[in-house]
Structure formats: structure tokens, C-alpha cells
């Protein structure tokens, strides 16, 4: 109804859209019930979905005491390049993100993502106490188990990263910290040298503040082994048109919350790294739509993912 996506040609041409069916359903659902326009219904309905969106966006920073002015937005899935600017728009965020496959964004990060174990083993014991023998103990035992699990990858000793850590806290807290303490060939007496020291300046950075004269409490160690995997330059094939006029299709109305405006289309397949497109704008490619509002802009960056400019 807004127009940002294609009638025909939609999902790489196996599904067409029915306009018709999508003004009825909200004209006699939400325009007729509420008085209003079939078009101010549909954007109506458009800007509810992104104010939710942006407020879980909202509610997430926020247990982080992050400030979305500060930051990018990715936008990837299906329609992650659709609704990225109106979301980044809601945040305050002038920078958003669309990766070249978006719509397949999750699925090739699974696949290319290095194998992963994270193993933790209890031993509470004060610093000052520790028995570096049995620190010993469950360090071999973990990475042994690590190394179990990864067997099935097929990889090599040199294509392993093992990292290991103890966990710290001050006594009376209930979370812990992992604090860097050696590597897969095991604990050394010299790793622990300035293991206090570490977990005070570690706890001062992340916690912003600390307590140098109370000894830490050791809560366990902790092994983290990482199968390195190969990673392609990029995920998908780039066009050669690095000028955008060269590439586009044409035009379409949509609508961004005035009036129907005549908005150029351009094929986003055949565009190369350096195009530059000024919104409103609609870039299509195969399983996605790249909206860009008035007074934005896109170019495609070296890896072939636009990178949207929101004034």
C-alpha cells in the first residue's frame, strides 16, 4: 500500500503482491472503523510497527546505558532494509547499516562462524588459598573436553584457539569475572603472577569502580576453545554500475508520511562498490527492498552493503 514493494518480481519473481487485497483488508478492518484514509491507515499501521520495534530497541540499550545517538543500526532479514531508516529515525541514529544479503544475514553468519565451546568448572577457594594443582586439574580437564567436542570439525591443532580464564568476584557478589590466566598448554605459576591486580583494574573498567584492599574470591575456571573457520571477502557478487542512473528501473509512488511521491527504483544486483543514490529512493534486490526516505542517502562500501546516511 506504501509502495516500497514490488508488485511483480517480489522474492525474486515467485511471488506476486495483491495490492487490491491489501486495500480492502485495511480499509474495511482499520480505515472505515477509525475515519480515516486507506493510505493514512497503511502508514498508520507502518508507523506502530516501527515505534515498537524502536521502543525493544529502546529497552535493550537501555540495560546497557547505551545511547542509540551514538550508534549505527544494522538492519538485516527480510525486511530489515525496509523498516531500517524509519527505526533509525525513532532512535536518533543518522548511520544505518543493510549488509549486501540481509535477508539471508542469520543463516550465512551460522555458517561461517567459528565452533565455539565455553566451558566453566566451580572451585571457590580465597586468592591467597588457591591450590594451583587443582587449578591445574580442571584446566586439563576442560580442555580435554573442549578438544572432545571439536573433534567432529575435522580441524587441526593450529586452526584451535584455546583461551583460559579464572573466575573472580569480591566476596558477597553474585556475579563473576573472567580474568585472562594462560592459554591450552596449561597453567603456569607465572600466569597467576598479578592475577589480583588484573581482576581489580578489570572490575574498575567494567564496573567503574573497585576494592584493592579486599582480596578477590576465585569462583572457577573457565575454558573458551575456538575452531578457527575460512571467511569469504564477501557474500555476495557485486554489479558493475557504479553509476546509479546506469542501474535503474524506473519509478514507483510511495509514500513517507506526506504524500504520494514518485520514487526511483534501481537495481541493486547490478550496482558496484562507490554508487551513490540521494532518497527517496528504492533499492531492490532479489529477497529485500533498501528504502531510502527524503533527505537520505546511500552508497555501496567495499564489502557491497549500503551504507544509509538519514539527515
Known amino acids: 500500500m506504501l509502495g516500497y514493494l514490488p508488485t511483480e518480481g517480489f522474492a525474486a519473481g515467485r511471488m506476486t503482491l495483491d495490492v487490491d487485497a491489501a486495500r480492502e483488508a485495511i480499509r474495511r478492518d482499520v480505515a472505515?472503523?477509525?475515519?480515516?484514509?486507506?493510505?493514512?491507515?497503511?502508514?498508520?499501521?507502518?508507523?506502530?510497527?516501527?515505534?515498537?520495534?524502536?521502543?525493544?530497541?529502546?529497552?535493550?540499550?537501555?540495560?546497557?546505558?547505551?545511547?542509540?545517538?551514538?550508534?549505527?543500526?544494522?538492519?538485516?532479514?527480510?525486511?530489515?532494509?525496509?523498516?531500517?531508516?524509519?527505526?533509525?529515525?525513532?532512535?536518533?541514529?543518522?548511520?544505518?547499516?543493510?549488509?549486501?544479503?540481509?535477508?539471508?544475514?542469520?543463516?550465512?553468519?551460522?555458517?561461517?562462524?567459528?565452533?565455539?565451546?565455553?566451558?566453566?568448572?566451580?572451585?571457590?577457594?580465597?586468592?591467597?588459598?588457591?591450590?594451583?594443582?587443582?587449578?591445574?586439574?580442571?584446566?586439563?580437564?576442560?580442555?580435554?573436553?573442549?578438544?572432545?567436542?571439536?573433534?567432529?570439525?575435522?580441524?587441526?591443532?593450529?586452526?584451535?584457539?584455546?583461551?583460559?580464564?579464572?573466575?573472580?568476584?569480591?566476596?558477597?557478589?553474585?556475579?563473576?569475572?573472567?580474568?585472562?590466566?594462560?592459554?591450552?598448554?596449561?597453567?603456569?605459576?607465572?600466569?597467576?603472577?598479578?592475577?589480583?591486580?588484573?581482576?581489580?583494574?578489570e572490575h574498575e573498567a567494567e564496573r567503574g569502580f573497585c576494592f584493592r584492599d579486599q582480596e578477590p574470591l576465585v569462583r572457577g575456571v573457565r575454558v573458551v576453545a575456538r575452531g578457527l573457520t575460512p571467511k569469504p571477502e564477501r557474500f555476495a557478487a557485486l554489479g558493475t554500475e557504479r553509476d546509479a542512473e546506469s542501474a535503474r528501473l524506473g519509478s514507483r509512488p510511495a509514500y513517507f508520511g506526506d504524500e504520494m511521491v514518485d520514487t526511483p527504483v534501481y537495481d541493486g544486483p547490478r550496482l558496484a562498490v562507490g554508487a551513490e543514490i540521494a532518497g527517496p529512493a528504492l533499492v531492490q534486490e532479489p529477497f529485500t527492498v533498501v528504502v531510502l526516505p527524503p533527505d537520505s542517502s546511500a552508497r555501496v562500501d567495499d564489502a557491497g552493503n549500503y551504507v544509509l546516511t538519514l539527515d
Open 32 to 201: 472505515e472503523p477509525l475515519g480515516v484514509d486507506v493510505v493514512e491507515a497503511a502508514w498508520g499501521i507502518e508507523r506502530i510497527v516501527n515505534a515498537n520495534m524502536a521502543n525493544e530497541t529502546r529497552r535493550i540499550l537501555a540495560s546497557h546505558g547505551a545511547d542509540p545517538r551514538e550508534m549505527s543500526l544494522i538492519a538485516h532479514g527480510g525486511n530489515g532494509a525496509v523498516h531500517g531508516w524509519a527505526i533509525a529515525n525513532e532512535l536518533g541514529i543518522h548511520r544505518v547499516l543493510v549488509p549486501k544479503v540481509a535477508p539471508a544475514f542469520s543463516a550465512l553468519g551460522v555458517l561461517v562462524a567459528d565452533y565455539l565451546v565455553d566451558l566453566v568448572q566451580s572451585y571457590v577457594a580465597p586468592l591467597s588459598r588457591i591450590d594451583l594443582e587443582r587449578l591445574r586439574s580442571l584446566h586439563s580437564d576442560l580442555v580435554g573436553e573442549a578438544r572432545k567436542e571439536l573433534e567432529p570439525t575435522g580441524l587441526s591443532d593450529d586452526e584451535l584457539d584455546i583461551s583460559v580464564f579464572v573466575q573472580m568476584c569480591y566476596s558477597g557478589q553474585s556475579f563473576d569475572m573472567s580474568i585472562p590466566a594462560g592459554g591450552g598448554e596449561g597453567f603456569r605459576d607465572s600466569d597467576l603472577d598479578g592475577l589480583a591486580e588484573r581482576f581489580h583494574a
